[in-house]
């Protein structure tokens, strides 16, 4: 599992840079620009629950013993 979700961390990682090559800075509120944008904050709110899960399986490991 810990494997899986830092491959999945990595996943995300690329998504965001993806994006950040498609974006618009001149205008960012316009056609493609605005679909990278959504991609950033998506892979960014996926970075975000992928760490989550991974610390509150640290935790639920230190429970155990």
């Keep these: ?3 899986f979700t830092t491959i999945l961390i990595f996943i995300a990682i690329a998504l965001i840079v993806v994006n950040v090559i498609q974006l618009d800075f001149e205008h960012p509120f316009e056609g493609n620009s605005l679909v990278a944008l959504i991609g950033i904050v998506a892979s960014f709110c996926a ?7 991974k610390m509150s399986k ?7 013993n």
């Design 1 to 3: 599992m810990k494997l």
């Design 47 to 53: 970075v975000f629950i992928l760490l989550i899960f």
């Design 58 to 64: 640290k935790i639920e490991e230190k429970m155990k």
